[in-house]
């Protein structure tokens, strides 16, 4: 329990109208998890604007309400009136629960592709090095031996907080968290302190939300702009946008790359479907890596993770160690092999610039056909649907167009969008909007040596169609096709 009038010391500016010698047991920002003497943050939202249920917090007993509009509340009640209420509650969430980021070791990865991985490969490191590690991210956030899956890559600002406590009380000394740019464009990780931030990469997405790339980079430079100036940023100078960040930085920065000069640098690269092989030179001394992940892309997020441990200062031998140990990630180029004679590959990208990363990997390192099968979001940006489709005409020998998740849209409008970019690009291609009897398809048309490759939802268990949400998994419908032997393709 916290007292109001402590609460309310978070906020600079603010109108209060009733006692703040209240007792809060709890804060929320969703009407049907209030309890008795909490505290209730009304957030307008995307769909719905949570003002609309202050009553049903009143009567779930409510004693105070945070809100923008000007809202009766009744006798008793305390209302709260500030500019937005989305930043408030991230600022009241911290100082509910005692400012746990500034106690622990807090690292952020931000950029359009490779944050989950490179926050596995961060958090293989830390627990090679017998360092006690948390992990929040896109497919589940890990509580020492508690893991939970996770709904959105990162939490509202209340329930991060509420994590980033429970590493604390578990005195835990590290976590490794993915920072999206939504999360940083709606305040959720205001007054959360970051040790080291990474910027992996950036290329278009998400541009429903931001309107424009400028805009989309903007939100994810906050991540470095708000850096103490003790903290350290791990950059990624090969990709283009590294320049406009780095002058933004207030701190130390430390590069990693391939192409250009840099800090931390992969040299003598080797690259095969098993994994990758490369010599790591840093100022400190090399490092000779045999990475179990393939592709060039896994490489710069090796390097990365390599950066951070660095700055942490991990022996080499725990470096090493952690990034051998990973296998696989879930749905990141995950391998699927029922004994079958050809390749099959299951990956999130859902973006052109992570499908033409993983395409342009598989044809690099596969002499057979590359068969891929992807779709995209609906109620999505919809300008990526034909630039993904021109990647998929211009790497793959054959592209099967599927649904993704369609979510509200007609199903065969998102097809027609990828079209467009298929013919553009004058690939070889069908529609089979039903994603299972897209996979099996593929798998059927499949050879000895070739690759198939169904891109898009990676590590997600279901498929949102309509309202209706489905139970779905890649990797599972993959493994059951191949276990019937679709056509002959299982080895006898």
């Not at 991985?117 to 031996?145: F, V």
């Amino acid at each position: 329990m916290v007292q109001l009038s402590e609460l309310l010391e978070a906020l600079k500016e603010k109108e209060v109208f009733g006692p703040q010698d209240i007792e809060i047991r709890g804060i929320s920002y969703n009407s049907k998890k209030v309890k008795r003497n909490s505290l209730f943050v009304a957030i307008p939202g995307f769909r719905t604007d949570g003002h609309r249920f202050i009553n049903e917090a009143l009567l779930k007993g409510a004693r105070a309400v945070v809100m923008e509009k000007g809202v009766s509340l009744g006798e008793g009640v305390t209302g709260i009136r500030v500019p937005d209420t989305r930043k408030t509650l991230a600022l009241l969430a911290d100082r509910f629960y005692h400012h746990p980021s500034g106690k622990i070791r807090l690292i952020g990865i931000t950029g359009t592709n490779g944050k989950t991985t490179t926050s596995y490969l961060i958090e293989a490191i830390l627990t090679a090095d017998k360092r006690g590690c948390g992990l929040l991210g896109t497919i589940a956030h890990k509580i020492g031996s508690k893991t939970v899956p996770a709904q959105i890559t990162t939490p509202e600002s209340l329930d991060l907080q509420s994590l980033l406590s429970q590493l604390v009380e578990k005195k835990i000394k590290y976590a490794v968290m993915e920072v999206t740019s939504h999360s940083l464009q709606l305040s959720r990780i205001e007054n959360v302190h970051f040790s080291i931030a990474v910027f992996t990469n950036l290329s278009i997405d998400h541009l429903d939300f931001h309107q424009t790339v400028e805009n989309y980079l903007e939100a994810k430079t906050k991540l470095f702009t708000r850096l103490a100036k003790r903290a350290f940023a791990v950059i990624n100078i090969d990709d283009p946008k590294s320049n406009y960040l780095r002058k933004r930085i207030p701190c130390s920065i430390l590069t990693y790359g391939i192409e250009k000069e840099a800090d931390v640098r992969a040299r003598r690269i080797n690259l095969s479907l098993k994994g990758s092989s490369f010599k790591v030179k840093t100022k400190g001394g090399d490092l000779n890596i045999d990475l179990p992940l393939p592709g060039k892309h896994n490489i710069y997020n090796a390097l990365a993770a390599i950066g951070v441990a660095f700055l942490l200062k991990i022996p080499p031998t725990a470096i090493k160690e952690g990034l051998e140990r990973v296998e696989n990630i879930p749905g990141r180029f995950e391998r699927i092999d029922e004994g079958q004679d050809f390749w099959m590959i299951i990956d999130y990208a859902h973006t052109d610039n992570a499908l033409e990363n993983m395409l342009s990997t598989c044809r690099e390192l596969t002499k057979g056909r590359i068969i891929l099968v992807f779709g995209c979001g609906g109620d999505r940006d919809r300008s990526k649907r034909p630039l993904m489709g021109e990647v998929a005409a211009q790497y793959s020998d054959y592209t099967i167009i599927t649904n993704d998740n369609p979510r509200s849209e007609e199903p065969l409008s998102i097809a027609s969008s990828i079209e467009v970019g298929m013919k553009r690009g004058g690939g070889r291609y069908t529609i089979i909007l039903d994603r299972k009897e897209a996979i099996r398809k593929a798998i059927e048309e499949a050879g000895s040596g070739d690759l198939v490759l169904v891109a898009g939802k990676g590590h997600e268990t279901t498929q949102t169609i309509g309202t209706q949400v489905l139970s779905f998994d890649d990797r599972e419908v993959a493994r059951e096709i191949l276990r019937q032997g679709a056509g002959e393709k299982v080895r006898k």
